[in-house]
């Protein structure tokens, strides 16, 4: 089964600069995707950023940016000119290319923006 | 597009009573699923529903249970509650290839 890390429970950045969240998988598998989706204290969980394993380029959006390892089985987040707003709990998720599988996420990484 | 609806946003229900809550996916999306998360677990993936049809199912007692209607909205159900089920149930959607799930709000559920 399928498993995703995220080694750090929780993270602190200062505002303006830019912080880089861990996550990793374990897959025996060659097509599936990634995602990083951001959840604020007593708000709605969105989606973040959205990466496909068959593309070697690193997706990016906005301030978000990621770095897909697929041989290491890594998928960082990078938050640069970190904002007040991204104060949030930070899951990485997978989820299988083949048919029927579901999302398996990883426990979190709780991120404060330092003023 | 209107996002993924959840009702009621709030519950408090004591325990051995049962409980229903309601997911109204994004328009179009016909597949939903059920997570619950809590402080010490994380977040529990617990069925998926496409066109009606449950396609995946969690390590949750039968006393969790779901449903799917020709409109996709979804409901779940919990019966006799425990204190443990104490959480927030999130539902998500996914469009026709399930490549990426959209959160509604979440429903808070409290048992006393």
């Known amino acids: 089964a399928q498993t995703v890390t995220q080694s750090q429970p929780e993270m602190s950045v200062q505002e303006a600069e830019t912080v880089t969240l861990s996550c990793t998988y374990d897959?025996?598998?060659?097509?599936?995707?990634l995602f990083w989706y951001k959840q604020p204290p007593s708000r709605q969980m969105i989606l973040v950023i959205r990466q496909e394993a068959y593309k070697q380029q690193n997706a990016t959006e906005n301030r978000f940016s990621v770095n897909f390892q697929k041989a290491a089985k890594s998928f960082s987040l990078k938050i640069s000119d970190s904002q007040l707003g991204d104060a949030a709990m930070y899951f990485c998720?997978?989820?299988?290319?083949?048919?029927?599988?579901?999302?398996?996420f990883g426990p979190g990484t709780r991120l404060s923006v330092l003023p | 597009k209107a996002g993924v609806t959840q009702t009621p946003r709030y519950l408090i229900k004591t325990r051995g009573q049962q409980v229903t809550l309601s997911c109204s996916p994004i328009s179009g999306h016909r597949s939903v699923s059920w997570y619950q998360q809590t402080p010490g677990q994380g977040l529990q993936f617990l069925f998926e529903?496409?066109?009606?049809?449950?396609?995946n199912k969690g390590n949750f007692p039968g006393r969790f249970s779901g449903r799917q209607f020709s409109n996709s909205r979804s409901e779940m159900n919990v019966s006799t509650l425990e204190l443990g089920d104490s959480a927030l149930y999130l539902c998500?959607?996914?469009?026709?290839?399930?490549?990426?799930?959209?959160f509604g709000p979440g429903t808070r559920l409290t048992v006393l």
């Open positions: 529903y496409f066109s009606e049809t449950q396609r």
């Open positions: 998500a959607s996914s469009g026709q290839f399930r490549d990426t799930q959209y």
């Open positions: 998720a997978y989820r299988s290319a083949g048919y029927g599988q579901n999302f398996v």
């Open positions: 897959t025996s598998e060659s097509d599936y995707y």
